[in-house]
């Protein structure tokens, strides 16, 4: 199969984005490894299947599948590189697009700057819904990461995510434990784990290892989960700058049931085809 593609970036988190919009296009999980897959393939952390809308109210449906194959049902930094895709392509003149995704619509509006902002929707706080063991929701949990307590703030950005406080995120232990608290048995369908650095009220560093990828080089959800976990905790306010390896991202919360805004980059790096393979397999 012959599949014309375009690379992006957003904050260094990298993307394989496809227009489907015209022709539906189904593609297999090895091919997904595949194209993922930075020495056989192209190399991204996600590709991003662009595809016409499918519910009333929307501009265009969005899907995301991480560098394993695996489906996920959102994405920050890939909302924030989709409505560039589809203005530099000339698939809409709208400044601002309703997007459907697996779970819901999201907002992403092209600022004229050049940034984008993304209207995430609010947090998910409910254990059911993360979804995390626990019997009801509390301000932060106990968790058991290889025989260490682990303090950790539970919630939802469209996927689950565990944030913790260290004093240093060059030193935090993403490597080791990232991997142990994505399969955590508390949290049924995986999870991104975020080691976060308060700097002052107003910024923080942050490291993310996120489920079906590792660790990132920023993780747009992952930046909103830790801003809003750091508010909760009464450690921050709105905005907050949050440094990542690969940029700075800004996130905005007013608290309670309203949306978190994420605000940041999205480059095209380089458009191409690739020949796919039918059994394609690294």
Request: glycine share 10%; with cysteine.
């Amino acid at each position: 199969m012959r599949l014309r593609f375009t690379k992006m970036q957003g904050a260094g988190n990298d993307f394989v984005v496809i227009d489907a919009t015209r022709t539906p296009l189904a593609l297999s999980p090895p091919q997904l490894r595949w194209l993922a897959d930075r020495r056989f393939g192209v190399g991204c952390d996600q590709i991003l299947l662009v595809e016409s809308p499918r519910d009333p109210g929307t501009d265009f449906h969005y899907r995301i599948f991480n560098a394993d194959g695996s489906e996920v049902h959102q994405c920050g930094n890939g909302a924030r590189c989709f409505v560039r895709f589809v203005t530099d392509h000339g698939l809409t003149d709208k400044p601002e697009i309703r997007v459907g995704t697996a779970s819901g619509t999201i907002v992403p509006r092209l600022e004229p700057d050049g940034d984008v902002t993304v209207d995430m929707g609010p947090p998910v706080f409910t254990p059911a819904r993360i979804p995390f063991d626990a019997p009801a929701r509390a301000g932060t949990y106990l968790l058991d990461v290889a025989g260490n307590e682990r303090e950790i703030s539970a919630l939802s950005m469209g996927n689950p995510h565990a944030v913790q406080l260290v004093p240093d995120v060059d030193g935090a232990p993403v490597a080791t434990e990232g991997p142990l608290i994505e399969h955590h048995p508390r949290f049924p369908e995986r999870v991104n784990a975020g080691f976060m650095q308060v700097l002052d009220r107003h910024g923080i560093r942050l490291r993310v290892h996120e489920r079906g990828a590792g660790e990132t080089l920023a993780c747009g959800t992952g930046a909103c989960a830790a801003v809003v976990a750091g508010i909760e905790r009464g450690l921050l306010d709105s905005p907050v700058d949050v440094e990542t390896r690969g940029g700075r991202l800004r996130i905005a919360w007013s608290g309670d049931d309203t949306s978190v805004f994420l605000t940041g980059p999205a480059v095209s790096v380089f458009e191409g085809e690739v020949d796919l393979p039918d059994d394609a397999a690294p």
